[in-house]
């Protein structure tokens, strides 16, 4: 029988006892703990105090408009940070999914904006991003700086970011959302000269080192202004972004295509966004020249352009997002221009606050969840009327599964089951997934090193439709051909 520990307290000292034995006093622990935490914060700012000294000496060199980025990132930056207990420049050689801290300045953008300079990790989890300026640049009252950096991220659902050029640091909320016209002062939390930063040393300690982090006080920060008024999430904006498309596009080809049934013309409006979606995030990617579809804001036959672009991605990748052999209903579609221009206009910098190139699939599967809960549906007189699903209002809503649950229930049964097991064996396995919806748990098995060809062999409708009727009726009880909405169907087929 297990003899029970007994927790005592006397003055400052925690005891842990056991039968009267003391094994060891929690007093001692919290003791080195502080001691090992007051040496380390000595340290970094005796390192702070150099980097603002040689800046100060030299400040009006650094002011000077040939002083650069880079030369401000090597000298002030990357010290900086690294003294804050974050590995910038990856010497512990970690592979780039571990890295602490991501630099992101490859990713262009039509040559006026990139990506952060800085995304700061924890186990390969974003924590922040840290956009840096010249000195020259008045990042204070400047408002490009500060709507650049609340943009990329708010796109990724970070809610602290920071900017800096080392004369000042600005940290933001970036949970509300960005507008051009926004003044640098809105979202801004703290905001310090570098002749500032030793007086507040403690709060940049406790917040931004990488050992504050790990002890969760950066959640904490955020944590406690979760509730701010004003703030809104880039999954919940972005969706009723594409729910407002959805409903001008069906509305627009319902009145111009009035042969279309219920069934094509969800599956052509969904099919349309989904293409554009996919162009705009490859543009900010890099994959797709930036502004392709922007240029075709100009003129008219607007949709007759935009196919020419499907047609070029149909070839580029040979995918069943672009399948013309299997799309014939697309093509011979007639659509005005003002719908398409109208979404085309939110999609660009600077009108448009979502930064596609940090976009997650995570938010994007969210995203997607909520939005196929909803079906077109026509009137007696053709006209097109979007409304929520009969199953999911009496389900109360759209529940989409967060990405640490989808990870754990993939490693403790598709991970499990290829233990063990040479890719050979891995390939001829077949999984069924019934109810993918967005396909979040399909994309896990890729990202866990497991064979494409697995995940490729996945069971779709169709699948068990034909070799599982026993399976599909206790499944899908309610399901029939012509009652399932083909949106879904599209994207089940789509893998």
């Known amino acids: 029988m297990a003899r029970p520990l007994c927790l005592q307290y006397s003055g400052a000292v925690y005891h842990v006892t056991c039968q009267g034995y003391e094994y060891f006093s929690l007093y001692t622990f919290f003791l080195e703990d502080y001691n090992r935490t007051k040496s380390v914060m000595k340290e970094v700012s005796r390192q702070i105090s150099t980097l603002v000294e040689r800046f100060e000496r030299n400040i009006e060199a650094y002011r000077s408009p040939a002083y650069n980025e880079t030369q401000l990132r090597r000298e002030f930056i990357d010290p900086f940070f690294e003294a804050l207990g974050w590995d910038v420049a990856n010497k512990a050689g970690y592979a780039e999914q571990y890295k602490d801290v991501v630099h992101e300045d490859a990713i262009k953008v039509a040559g006026a904006t990139k990506a952060p300079d800085y995304c700061f990790r924890i186990g390969g989890v974003r924590k922040f991003f840290l956009e840096t300026k010249k000195p020259s640049i008045d990042i204070k009252s400047q408002i490009s700086p500060a709507y650049q950096l609340r943009r990329y991220a708010w796109s990724a659902k970070l809610p602290i970011s920071i900017l800096t050029d080392f004369e000042e640091i600005a940290i933001y909320d970036c949970r509300l959302r960005p507008k051009p016209s926004d003044k640098p002062s809105i979202g801004r939390i703290r905001f310090y000269t570098y ?36 703030t809104t999430e880039v999954d919940a904006e972005f969706l009723k972004e594409i729910e407002s498309w959805r409903e001008a596009l069906a509305k627009d080809i319902a009145i111009k295509n009035p042969k279309l049934s219920i069934q094509e013309l969800n599956f052509a409006v969904q099919l349309t966004i989904d293409r554009i979606v996919f162009l705009r995030m490859c543009e900010d990617r890099g994959i797709e020249p930036y502004g392709q579809i922007q240029s075709l804001f100009n003129g008219t036959n607007t949709y007759r352009r935009l196919k020419e672009i499907f047609y070029h991605a149909d070839d580029k990748y040979n995918s069943g997002l672009f399948d013309f052999k299997a799309d014939r209903l697309t093509p011979e579609l007639k659509v005005d221009d003002k719908p398409l221009k109208d979404i085309f206009k939110t999609l660009y910098y600077p009108e448009s606050p979502y930064e596609f190139s940090v976009l997650s699939a995570d938010i994007l599967g969210h995203v997607y969840e909520q939005f196929l809960g909803k079906v077109i549906r026509l009137t007696e007189g053709h006209r097109a009327k979007v409304e929520e699903k009969p199953e999911v209002r009496k389900a109360g809503g759209v529940y989409y599964t967060p990405t640490y649950i989808v990870d754990y229930i993939v490693k403790n049964t598709v991970g499990k089951l290829c233990e063990g097991k040479t890719p050979r064996q891995i390939s001829s396995l077949s999984i069924l997934d019934p109810a993918c919806g967005s396909g979040s748990f399909r994309s896990l098995p890729i990202s866990l090193g497991l064979p494409s060809r697995l995940v490729s062999k996945t069971w779709r409708t169709e699948a068990y439709k034909r070799d599982l009727p026993g399976l599909r009726r206790s499944v899908v009880p309610h399901y029939s051909g012509e009652e399932k909405d083909s949106s879904e169907q599209y994207l089940w087929r789509r893998y």
């Open 195 to 230: 002749n500032q930063y030793l007086d507040s040393f403690d709060e940049i300690f406790n917040l931004l080192s990488k050992d504050s982090v790990l002890k969760g006080s950066f959640d904490k920060f955020v944590e406690s202004d979760r509730q701010k008024r004003g």
